[in-house]
């Protein structure tokens, strides 16, 4: 089954032009700083403004010119490529996780026993949902004060597991009356044992599917966050903030903004593009 | 969850995104051409007159109002007894006539007869008394209290032993004088400010916080609304004493507005006037032969650099901050904004700066800079990049401002000396709070506007021990010294000018060896105003007073619609439309 997916997948022009687009986006996180090859945060006053006024265009010191505080924008895009995805697949893990373990949890005590247990967790379910969710973000962003990755990797991952915990509850639901499951139960394993075994092999599908996708809104977030400067305080380097920064030039210098904000649309489109991709590969009567 | 696209819509898709993409790059810089002709117009009342801030507007309340947001609003709802004439002179206003006694103790204020407050009440030398009072009230957080200590009977009634001002008496129903206790050269400037303004009865007697919100005075326009993070709206005061005026029915200050949004409505015609442009707009701005004589350089009044907090480590040692004043580069802030920044190591700025303070300030040294942190015990091997500061120290911006930007460059120079900076970003009102709370913030932007064209502003407000309050402090330093307290007062009241320049010069020593302020920019706009906009240029000590601008309606078009870039200036490459699927 697995061979027919991975078929299916590179059948699949979208996905692979996804994939392409993710795999790009990695290899320039983890190896562009280096090739960028200067500080990201160390201004370079020795380079000259434009004719316009602006920051300093491209040059062979600096490919793609200077941004406003007269600092390398190659290598801040690079660098704000290791904080995006690093926070994008972080927090995804993180709310899958949560989501994960809610969502099996509630749909396995759904209807027994323990059924106040379900009620509760979807009830809580409902209220997160109810907020929308970016503002509940930038209110916690603000709130908090003092911002730094591990806070805005809990804080996106803590605030948008509740869609996860839905589908896998559901899923959880259609599994636990399948007759192996049904069977494990009635040999006497314990519940966390069936659940390991038998249902989280069965809802891992969706769950990738929900990550792929979830990565795409993670980047958003976080780039809206740095954009409203409640993210991560300055200088780090974000596609956020370098979109903020760089609106005020964007008559005699339109790259500093072009170019975080085509990373953002690259990292958005890519992700969204494979965990469509997966979805179709791993369960194509859906599609 | 949709389909994902079969080929050539997905193709087509790419296609525009890159064309897109590339088509801004290409984009050729250019600004909108102005908004209708430029006609020569009488002055004409009607219309409505909109600009924007990007901070948000405190408080309009004259007693405790004091930031340069508040200042503008405040010169439409409040007039005082004297201001500043179109040359930047001291001239009178509610006052129809002022007599200065021959020894400078005494200043009598004859009242205009027929001013009405905008509920109606008539101006009377008792409301000028209540007004001036009740700001001077020991419950009123007023910012500048010390400003008025010359009065006889300050000290009292400020302290709650008395229950009235005795230096300002009631001589007649429009005759109010001001007995002072020392001879004050500073005295009608500071009865020029905003906080000095008679205000109506419903004030009351003592400060409250809900006055801000219905502001009631006696100048040309009435609040009519003030909402806090979006705008302020003004209607013309009809029982204005200067008749036929103003002109304008209403004006709307929009309020937490970025430059960037400022600009663009300021060309499709939703906003007349703009100040807050951003250097690479200012630059096109000024460089278009369209908008010739329709913009000017303001007068740069303004001392920015950074606050170090002597009650705090490690500020509360001078070597510390000598050094942060002898490491930080004044030219490469001024490189970031050319034109608007200008680069200056003392607190006062060239416009009012006597001849005698001009060769003092502090200057870039980083080998002082090294040299000082060593003598605080804090020595930085830039080799081994070991010694220092250890922990981070907290940096306070206002967010979008250039101390932004300010903090982000002064990070890189202070890591050289072994000083970590975290910056942290705040709006403007938080950032007042925090910054006037004792043993709250080690650091920070900080910047000071004029008061009044006068040395004596750049000191006493923000650097003197009786600056100092718990809460709502203005010497954000909490920098306390004795002498430079005690020149101050002496200056106040030395009418010999070459005196006051030789202790104006002592002033701005002790302020470059103590460093409390790392003095770094003077910072000044370009203002910019649409040709149906008359009456209007930036004054020479009033910020962007529009109080008697009018507007040529017939001029003014309806709106500038959708796609103001087809009125270009110049030529457009803009080629959005050929790429659109």
């Not at chain 1, 590179?10 to 993710?22: E, H, M, T, W």
């Not at chain 2, 300002?168 to 002072?180: D, I, N, P």
């Not at chain 2, 960037?260 to 442009?277: A, H, M, P, S, V």
């Not at chain 2, 008697?548 to 803009?574: E, K, N």
């Amino acid at each position: 089954m697995e061979r027919r997916a991975l078929r299916r997948f590179q059948r699949n022009r979208g996905a692979v032009v996804g994939l392409v687009i993710v795999a790009g986006l990695l290899a320039f996180a983890a190896i562009g700083p280096l090739l960028a090859g200067h500080d990201p945060n160390t201004s370079d006053f020795a380079a000259a403004r434009d004719g316009l006024g602006g920051p300093g265009g491209p040059s062979r010191a600096h490919p793609l010119g200077l941004d406003p505080l007269f600092r390398d924008l190659a290598s801040r895009l690079a660098h704000g490529a290791r904080v995006s995805l690093l926070v994008g697949l972080v927090a995804t893990a993180v709310s899958v996780s949560v989501g994960a373990v809610v969502g099996m949890v509630s749909g396995w005590a759904a209807d027994g026993r323990a059924g106040f247990v379900d009620s509760a967790l979807m009830r809580l379910v409902d209220v997160g949902l109810s907020f929308p969710y970016l503002l509940l973000v930038m209110a916690i962003g603000t709130a908090l004060g003092d911002v730094t990755i591990v806070t805005i990797l809990l804080v996106l991952g803590l605030t948008s597991w509740f869609g996860t915990a839905r589908i896998v509850r559901s899923k959880t639901l259609q599994v636990r009356s399948l007759d192996f499951v049904v069977a494990s139960r009635a040999l006497g394993q314990p519940s966390w044992a069936v659940l390991l075994r038998h249902v989280l092999p069965n809802v891992a599908g969706p769950l990738i599917v929900i990550a792929s996708a979830s990565v795409a809104q993670m980047i958003i977030a976080e780039s809206v966050l740095a954009y409203l400067q409640v993210g991560l305080p300055p200088p780090t380097a974000t596609w956020g903030r370098m979109l903020q920064e760089g609106q005020r030039y964007y008559t005699v210098a339109p790259r500093l903004a072009v170019a975080p904000g085509l990373c953002i649309f690259l990292g958005v489109l890519g992700f969204n593009l494979l965990g469509e991709g997966v979805r179709d590969a791993l369960d194509p009567k859906e599609t | 969850m949709r389909s994902i696209p079969r080929r050539p819509e997905a193709t087509r898709l790419g296609v525009a995104i890159l064309g897109v993409a590339l088509a801004t790059v290409a984009c050729e810089a250019d600004v909108a051409a102005p908004l209708g002709p430029r006609r020569e117009v009488p002055p004409t009342q009607g219309g409505v007159l909109r600009s924007a801030f990007f901070t948000d507007v405190r408080s309009l309340d004259a007693a405790t109002a004091f930031d340069t947001a508040s200042a503008v609003i405040e010169g439409l709802i409040y007039d005082q007894l004297v201001t500043y004439d179109r040359h930047g002179k001291l001239s009178p206003q509610l006052a129809e006539s002022i007599e200065v006694s021959p020894d400078g103790l005494r200043y009598t204020f004859t009242l205009r007869r027929g001013v009405l407050f905008h509920d109606g009440a008539p101006l009377g030398a008792d409301d000028v008394k209540r007004s001036v009072e009740r700001t001077l009230h020991p419950d009123t957080p007023c910012p500048v209290p010390s400003y008025y200590e010359r009065i006889v009977g300050w000290g009292e009634y400020h302290e709650g032993r008395a229950p009235e001002l005795t230096g300002v008496r009631v001589e007649s129903e429009h005759v109010v004088s001001f007995q002072l206790a020392q001879p004050d050269a500073t005295f009608l400037h500071v009865m020029a400010l905003p906080i000095m303004a008679p205000v109506c009865e419903s004030a009351g007697r003592t400060w409250t916080r809900e006055f801000s919100r219905r502001a009631c005075g006696a100048g040309p326009y009435r609040l009519v609304r003030f909402e806090h993070g979006d705008a302020v709206e003004v209607e013309r005061h009809d029982g204005y004493w200067q008749s036929g005026k103003p002109y304008v029915d209403r004006i709307v200050w929009y309020l937490a507005m970025q430059p960037f949004t400022q600009r663009f409505k300021f060309e499709r015609g939703d906003l007349d006037y703009i100040r807050e442009l951003g250097e690479a707009d200012s630059l096109l701005y000024r460089r278009s032969a369209a908008w010739q004589g329709l913009g000017e350089w303001e007068q740069p009044l303004s001392t920015f650099g950074v606050f170090m907090n002597a009650e705090l480590r490690p500020f509360d040692n001078r070597h510390v901050r000598r050094a942060v004043a002898f490491a930080l580069d004044r030219d490469q802030l001024a490189q970031v904004r050319p034109g608007h920044v200008a680069p200056t190591g003392r607190m006062t700025p060239d416009a009012i700066a006597p001849e005698a303070v001009r060769d003092v300030g502090q200057r870039h040294d980083l080998d002082r800079a090294l040299e000082e942190m060593r003598l605080a015990g804090l020595a930085w091997d830039p080799a081994t990049r070991t010694g220092g500061w250890p922990e981070e120290i907290e940096y306070l911006a206002i967010l979008d401002s250039f101390g932004q930007q300010a903090g982000e460059l002064l990070q890189q120079q202070l890591a050289r000396i072994g000083l970590r900076v975290r910056i942290q970003l705040v709006g403007f009102p938080t950032y007042l709070a925090r910054t006037g709370r004792r043993r709250t913030v080690p650091m920070g932007s900080v910047g000071w506007n004029a008061d009044y064209p006068e040395p004596s502003t750049f000191f006493e407000p923000i650097l003197t021990s009786r600056a100092i309050q718990d809460e709502e402090s203005q010497n954000a330093s909490f920098f306390s010294n004795a002498e430079l307290d005690a020149l101050l007062a002496r200056a106040r009241v030395t009418t010999d000018e070459a005196e006051r320049g030789r202790l104006y010069r002592r002033a701005e020593e002790i302020v470059r060896d103590e460093a409390p302020w790392a003095v770094a920019y003077s910072y000044r706009y370009f203002e910019l105003w649409q040709p149906y906009l008359h009456g209007y240029r930036p004054h020479p000590v009033l910020q962007q007073d529009v109080r008697f601008a009018w507007l040529d309606r017939g001029a003014r078009p309806a709106r500038a619609g959708l796609f103001p870039w087809r009125r270009r200036s110049g030529r457009t490459t803009l080629a959005l439309a050929t790429v659109l699927p």
